[in-house]
């Protein structure tokens, strides 16, 4: 069943795609667009990749090169997991960046979540709305953590979503949309980094395996 969300804008603005974003091949050892990796009695495994970077935003990402990414604000991957079909029946991942003092998500089923930094207890604070509609704020402990050590905080049960702080200010919300397949969500935002961020080819490689996986299709 599909679900709406809303990613809302509170006192923030959105940073285009258009904007110092550009999309790769992802570079590794002797190989471009490709990341071999070779277990002993196996034949070797080749998975190409595609890394999307936003230098204004400060932000990159790495996708399995057959996702076909589309959008300017919102950036979205259509029709993936087991349901892909040459009618585009599958599911839809997307990637939304908000810059302001919090990063607030409102979904028809689940309501309205919001994480942001306490500058006074030094914090990560989520806040939802109890069963009165009243928010109730709480210590938010990340859930996982990127490749890289960014927190992430999950919200919303089976329509997961993903809310990773860049900074105290900027936020990376990552969303599935579609059945209640969310297998690719996790190891897609492990991919997320900053520009500082340097990661190994065997983990990106890592990471676009188990997406693929994911959907039931063998890398």
Same mark, same amino acid.
Request: hydrophobic share 35%; glycine share 8%; proline share 5%.
């Given at each position: 069943?599909?679900?709406?969300?809303?990613?809302?804008?509170? +006192?923030?603005?959105?940073?285009?795609?258009?904007?110092?974003?550009?999309?790769?091949?992802?570079?590794?050892?002797?190989?471009?667009?490709?990341?071999?990796?070779?277990?002993?009695?196996?034949?070797?495994?080749?998975? +190409?990749?595609?890394?999307?970077?936003?230098?204004?935003?400060?932000?990159?990402?790495?996708?399995?090169?057959?996702?076909?990414?589309?959008?300017?604000?919102?950036?979205?991957?259509?029709?993936?997991?087991?349901?892909?079909?040459?009618?585009?029946?599958?599911?839809?991942?997307?990637?939304?960046?908000?810059?302001?003092?919090?990063?607030?998500?409102?979904?028809?089923?689940?309501?309205?979540?919001?994480?942001?930094?306490?500058?006074?207890?030094?914090?990560?604070?989520?806040?939802?709305?109890?069963?009165?509609?009243?928010?109730?704020?709480?210590?938010?402990?990340?859930?996982?953590?990127?490749?890289?050590?960014?927190?992430?905080?999950?919200?919303?049960?089976?329509?997961?979503?993903?809310?990773?702080?860049?900074?105290?200010?900027?936020?990376?919300?990552?969303?599935?949309?579609?059945?209640?397949?969310?297998?690719?969500?996790?190891?897609?935002?492990?991919?997320?980094?900053?520009?500082?961020?340097?990661?190994?080819?065997?983990?990106?490689?890592?990471?676009?395996?188990?997406?693929?996986?994911?959907?039931?299709?063998?890398?």
């Amino acid at each position: 069943m599909k679900r709406s969300l809303i990613i809302l804008p509170l +006192a923030l603005a959105l940073f285009g795609a258009g904007c110092g974003a550009t999309t790769t091949p992802v570079a590794t050892p002797g190989q471009d667009q490709q990341a071999t990796s070779t277990n002993p009695g196996e034949a070797s495994t080749v998975l +190409a990749m595609q890394k999307f970077t936003d230098d204004t935003f400060g932000f990159s990402f790495t996708y399995p090169a057959d996702w076909k990414l589309e959008g300017t604000n919102d950036l979205v991957f259509h029709n993936l997991g087991p349901n892909r079909s040459t009618n585009g029946a599958g599911d839809t991942l997307t990637v939304g960046r908000i810059e302001g003092t919090s990063a607030t998500v409102d979904d028809a089923a689940a309501g309205i979540s919001r994480v942001f930094f306490n500058e006074i207890t030094k914090e990560w604070m989520i806040a939802q709305n109890n069963a009165k509609g009243e928010f109730e704020s709480t210590n938010a402990k990340p859930n996982y953590t990127t490749l890289s050590g960014l927190p992430v905080f999950k919200v919303h049960g089976k329509q997961e979503t993903a809310i990773v702080p860049l900074t105290h200010k900027r936020f990376i919300v990552v969303n599935m949309n579609g059945s209640t397949w969310t297998g690719a969500l996790e190891p897609f935002v492990k991919t997320i980094r900053t520009p500082s961020d340097k990661l190994k080819a065997e983990e990106l490689s890592s990471a676009v395996k188990a997406m693929l996986e994911s959907e039931d299709i063998k890398p």
